[in-house]
Nanobody
Framework: QVQLVESGGGLVQSGGSLRLSCAAS????????VGWFRQAPRKEREFVAA????????FYGESVKGRFAISRDNAKNTVYLQMNTLNPEDTAVYYC?????????????????????WGQGTQVTVSS
């Protein structure tokens, strides 16, 4: 099975940027499609972004469209989430998740229940 470790979180001022990384070990990440989710205190887990195995299919949550960008480097076994123009509403623990891709490599999902493997999360705090 694949193990996922998120990094890159921290404290940033409103309007700033961060880049999160999701590094995989145990299995080659190119076999999986990957999603990012976040959960703020007292709120439901929220879909942020997802990317297919071949990077041909990408989805974003409505609240992050135009500000966040997901990408992957299969050679480095890593998926990234570039977050720009951050605001306090982006404050949350961010999780990456993965599930074995279909044979086409074009599928990705916005549903948390779809994903089998999860990282421990990285805290992102945006100050006003």
């Amino acid at each position: 099975q694949v193990q996922l470790v998120e990094s890159g979180g921290g404290l940033v001022q409103s309007g700033g940027s961060l880049r999160l990384s999701c590094a995989a070990s145990g299995r080659a990440l190119w076999r999986y499609y990957v999603g990012w989710f976040r959960q703020a205190p007292r709120k439901e887990r929220e879909f942020v972004a997802a990317i297919s195995r071949n990077s041909g299919t990408i989805f974003y949550g409505e609240s992050v469209k135009g500000r966040f960008a997901i990408s992957r480097d299969n050679a480095k076994n890593t998926v990234y989430l570039q977050m720009n123009t951050l605001n306090p509403e982006d404050t949350a623990v961010y999780y990456c998740a993965a599930v074995l891709s279909d044979s086409s490599g074009t599928y990705a999902s916005t549903g948390a229940a779809t994903y089998e493997y999860w990282g421990q999360g990285t805290q992102v705090t945006v100050s006003s």
